[in-house]
């Protein structure tokens, strides 16, 4: 696609459900990337996929959350059991360089839980 | 980890003003970039800039990595420039992630 897709835009759920968000990378970008952002924050790594490699998951906060990628293309993100914490804006950007390619963002997914 | 600390944390400028926007940071970098963040939120790259000077119309960017800073000029700020500008450093070791600043949040006033 022409940019970087997120989806939902919004999610508002209740404390305890699981939520999935998606993100479908520029096409032919190798890297993507999911970082999260609190309100009036700055951005806080989550993970990194890179190709067929095993993706860096460093910055997950805890087990409750989990991302894949299929195909080398779309990714989701998933957090189960969430909690008031995890409201945020989660933020998903590509590259075509691995690791040190320009980064495009997509507008994000705001998420509210309850 | 790698420390990112950008400057001022807040400005307010008149139309027309110009600008130098700082970012330190603590170790050796393979990879920064410069972002706006417009007030609805959307990320836009301006610069990849791990060293030298860049210029895109009335923005431009110095990095002097061994000095472990970089520089973001605006010149003839316009009322569009509001937002919120992030530096974000790729650590030599570790160049997967990006590690973002704080932000130095722009206000453009008529």
């Known amino acids: 696609g022409a940019g970087v897709s997120q989806s939902p835009s919004n999610k508002v759920t209740e404390k305890g459900k699981d939520v999935e968000l998606r993100c479908d990378p520029i096409s032919g970008h190798t890297a993507l990337y999911w970082y999260r952002q609190s309100l009036g924050q700055g951005l806080e790594f989550l993970i990194y996929?890179?190709?067929?490699?095993?993706?860096?998951k460093s910055g997950l906060p805890s087990d409750r959350f989990s991302a894949e990628r299929t195909g080398g293309s779309v990714s989701t993100l998933t957090i189960q059991r969430t909690q008031q914490e995890d409201s945020a804006v989660y933020l998903c950007a590509s590259s075509l360089v691995k690791a040190t390619g320009e980064l495009f963002f997509g507008e994000g997914s705001r998420l509210t839980v309850l | 980890g790698i420390q990112v600390e950008q400057s001022p944390p807040d400005l307010i400028l008149q139309e027309g003003a110009n600008s130098t926007l700082r970012c330190n940071f603590s170790d050796s970098v393979n990879n920064l970039q410069w972002f706006h963040q417009n007030p609805w939120g959307q990320l836009i790259n301006l610069f990849y800039?791990?060293?030298g000077t860049k210029q895109n119309g009335r923005l431009s960017a110095t990095t002097v990595a061994t000095e472990r800073y970089s520089l973001l000029y605006i010149s003839s700020s316009q009322t569009t420039d509001s937002g919120v500008y992030f530096c974000a450093v790729g650590h030599t070791g570790t160049a997967s992630k990006l590690t973002f600043g704080t932000g130095t949040r722009l206000q453009v006033t008529l």
């Open positions: 996929f890179q190709g067929n490699s095993a993706p860096d």
């Open positions: 800039i791990p060293s």
